[in-house]
């Protein structure tokens, strides 16, 4: 794919002090090398183990299987592939220096690399978005909630985006300059230093997202509270202005112009409440009404105040998956704009590879996320693992141990 061999071998001189995953061989240790690999195989084996389970989970249990939690299998899914088959191809190259499983796969690594890591952060965006909508759109969220199709076309939608993002790129740039700039024993991108291509790929990539998340989050953040303000009387009001809300909850319409259409609805509940008549007191007529309006007002306040305790969760727990994945990424995406411009002169080989890994971690990341703010997937898991104790919780009693 070169040109000849010299051009070759001065391209390797060149890049050499720009590339990032020199071999660690002449910096570290056989001890600290040994680590170094134990550490990768075992976040490798943590990332397949954690998103698998999320696999499980949607197949095992139905009640995960709604619109909402799709995109987070959606997410593993993505995380699952870059624990497979993105770490285990790298840790020899990371440790060694040397890429030795030939040009085809390293396009092919590249390609998945790109593409994993890039539909990860496009689905943490998917997310946000719908949980966005869940909170501040809950009425036409509901209504599109069995459309299947909605969210399978965003499922794919994702894939389509990320692999146009960078994959042409990765495929194409050397055909189009005519000559290719990575040496044969290495395999990185060949716009790995160009960089008004990564300022724009990054912006897309990264940026972006991360204005987009940021968005969701503080209209979330801002409807609960001004859901909050309002006070409970406010938010204990049943609805008045639509007649199909007043003919469902079985109370007469305001205005209505048909006095039998709010006795036969008022009547037809007053024999499922039965309320008491206290002696001396309203007509029987006057305190069924009474005792509805004031059962329903609390039904309705009830219902009310869950709705905001559920999307106080769901703002919690999307802020803390966000929070994660801008630590994880915001160093990489940094650093890698700062050390294409520097043509990798002023970025240490040892720093720009941490953040490199911290980027990973993200995937394996994720699925401890997911229990911990989610409760249909911690006994989800808990089934999974535990099946006896899920069983037992199940159940109602309190478990032993």
Not at 24 to 42: H, I, K, R, T, Y
Not at 167 to 196: R, T
Not at 357 to 362: A, K
Request: glycine residues 4%; positive net charge.
């Amino acid at each position: 794919m070169h040109n000849s061999t010299a051009e070759a071998l001065h391209a390797a001189a060149t890049r050499n002090e720009t590339w990032p995953s020199q071999s660690p061989s002449s910096e570290f240790s056989l001890g600290v090398l040994v680590l170094l690999a134990f550490l990768m195989v075992l976040l490798s084996l943590v990332t397949i183990l954690g998103n698998i389970l999320v696999i499980l989970a949607f197949i095992m249990d139905r009640n995960l299987r709604h619109r909402s939690n799709y995109f987070f299998l959606n997410l593993a899914v993505s995380d699952f592939a870059v624990g497979a088959f993105c770490m285990p191809l790298y840790i020899p190259y990371a440790l060694t220096g040397t890429w030795h499983l030939g040009r085809s796969l390293c396009k092919l690594w590249l390609v998945m690399d790109y593409l994993l890591c890039t539909a990860s952060v496009f689905n943490i965006v998917l997310i946000s978005y719908d949980r966005f909508l869940s909170v501040t759109k809950a009425v036409s969220y509901r209504a599109r909630q069995g459309i299947t199709s909605s969210p399978a076309i965003k499922m794919v939608a994702i894939w389509v985006f990320a692999f146009l993002l960078y994959c042409p790129a990765i495929l194409l740039w050397e055909h189009v300059a005519g000559h290719s700039v990575v040496a044969a024993d290495q395999c990185y991108a060949e716009f790995f230093d160009n960089w008004y291509f990564l300022l724009c790929a990054s912006t897309l990539e990264f940026f972006v997202p991360l204005l987009l998340v940021t968005y969701f989050n503080m209209h979330i953040f801002h409807n609960i509270q001004r859901r909050q303000r309002r006070g409970s009387v406010q938010d204990c009001e049943p609805p008045r202005r639509s007649s199909l809300s007043w003919r469902f909850c079985g109370l007469p319409r305001p205005g209505a112009s048909s006095s039998s259409e709010a006795e036969d609805s008022v009547s037809s509940l007053s024999r499922s409440w039965r309320p008491a008549v206290v002696a001396n007191g309203p007509s029987r007529t006057e305190t069924s009404s009474t005792a509805l309006k004031r059962n329903f007002s609390a039904s309705f306040c009830s219902s009310t105040g869950s709705k905001l305790q559920r999307d106080k969760k769901i703002a919690k727990s999307l802020a803390i998956i966000v929070c994660v994945f801008t630590i994880c990424w915001a160093p990489y995406s940094l650093l890698m704009i700062i050390r294409g411009a520097c043509q990798g002169k002023c970025i240490h080989s040892s720093l720009y590879e941490a953040t490199f890994w911290l980027l990973w971690i993200n995937s394996s990341l994720n699925p401890f996320l997911y229990p911990l703010c989610h409760l249909r997937f911690r006994m989800a898991f808990l089934k999974i693992l535990c099946p006896k104790k899920f069983a037992t919780l199940r159940s109602g009693n309190t478990p032993s141990s």
